[in-house]
């Protein structure tokens, strides 16, 4: 028997659930973030609050490991690691782009010969993405790519290419292949994160919890405000 905990705030969503041999007992998700600092702790508390009420606790915590928001993988990751300190329980560390494409697999009916792109804003017209096949296979690993027009028409002239996440939204008037096909409403989220969770427990898949890192994938640059001017 598994317990695991899954936070996931790699985006502006920050969301938790608690699962059980793969199977989510509760969870809690809020999409109008980002508000991770506040939310996090208090969603943790719920679900250990809930595990301690059905005698169970966390054999696990798994946590979305990027690419994404540098200062929400951050408060995910260290609260995460935490969690297995206080515990002295294993970490399982999942590939943000991987639970998106892990979602659309579980939700609808994808063809082998379609690749799924999940996208994650990086601001302008950049995103991070990979490509996964039908099988959750990757076909192209993670990187920070710049959207153009002609961006994977090498791709998109063979098959169709299913892009979503929240970087997908403003491709939509950029690419406009013909093979290129847009899903709204996709979101890393806790609960589409059991099944890879639970499949890293039972393979013993686990990360060093003292020096594990998020997969920012680029790195963080400070920006500061112009002050005002006075009148």
């Given at each position: 028997?598994?317990?695991?905990?899954s936070?996931?705030?790699?985006?502006?969503?920050?969301s938790v659930?608690?699962?059980?041999?793969g199977?989510?007992?509760?969870?809690?998700?809020?999409?109008?973030?980002?508000?991770?600092a506040?939310?996090l702790?208090v969603?943790?508390?719920?679900?250990?609050?809930?595990?301690a009420?059905?005698?169970?606790?966390?054999?696990?915590?798994a946590?979305?490991?990027?690419?994404?928001?540098y200062?929400?993988?951050?408060?995910?990751?260290?609260?995460?690691?935490?969690l297995?300190?206080?515990?002295?329980?294993?970490?399982?560390?999942?590939?943000?782009?991987?639970?998106?494409?892990?979602?659309?697999?579980?939700?609808?009916?994808?063809?082998?010969?379609t690749?799924?792109?999940?996208?994650?804003?990086?601001?302008?017209?950049?995103?991070?993405?990979?490509?996964f096949?039908?099988?959750?296979?990757?076909v192209?690993?993670t990187?920070?790519?710049?959207?153009?027009?002609?961006?994977?028409?090498?791709?998109?002239?063979?098959?169709t290419?299913?892009?979503?996440?929240?970087?997908?939204?403003?491709?939509?008037?950029?690419?406009k292949?013909?093979?290129?096909?847009?899903?709204?409403?996709?979101?890393p989220i806790?609960?589409?994160?059991i099944?890879l969770?639970?499949?890293?427990?039972k393979?013993k898949?686990f990360?060093?919890?003292?020096?594990?890192?998020?997969?920012?994938?680029?790195?963080?640059?400070?920006?500061?405000?112009?002050?005002?001017l006075?009148?």
């Amino acid at each position: 028997m598994a317990v695991i905990l899954s936070i996931e705030t790699s985006t502006s969503v920050c969301s938790v659930a608690l699962s059980k041999d793969g199977d989510c007992l509760v969870e809690k998700t809020h999409y109008d973030g980002p508000s991770h600092a506040t939310k996090l702790p208090v969603f943790i508390k719920e679900m250990l609050d809930f595990a301690a009420v059905k005698n169970l606790s966390p054999d696990a915590i798994a946590v979305s490991c990027g690419p994404g928001s540098y200062t929400g993988l951050r408060i995910g990751v260290s609260t995460a690691k935490g969690l297995c300190f206080g515990y002295d329980i294993p970490l399982i560390a999942i590939n943000t782009l991987q639970i998106m494409a892990s979602t659309v697999i579980q939700n609808q009916q994808v063809d082998a010969n379609t690749i799924l792109c999940p996208m994650i804003d990086a601001r302008r017209m950049e995103v991070y993405t990979a490509f996964f096949n039908n099988q959750l296979e990757t076909v192209r690993k993670t990187s920070a790519d710049i959207i153009e027009e002609n961006s994977y028409d090498e791709q998109l002239n063979k098959q169709t290419v299913l892009f979503f996440g929240n970087g997908a939204e403003k491709c939509k008037t950029t690419l406009k292949h013909s093979n290129a096909v847009f899903l709204n409403d996709i979101h890393p989220i806790a609960k589409n994160m059991i099944t890879l969770a639970e499949a890293s427990f039972k393979t013993k898949i686990f990360e060093d919890v003292a020096y594990f890192e998020p997969f920012y994938l680029k790195e963080f640059v400070a920006t500061t405000a112009k002050e005002k001017l006075k009148n």
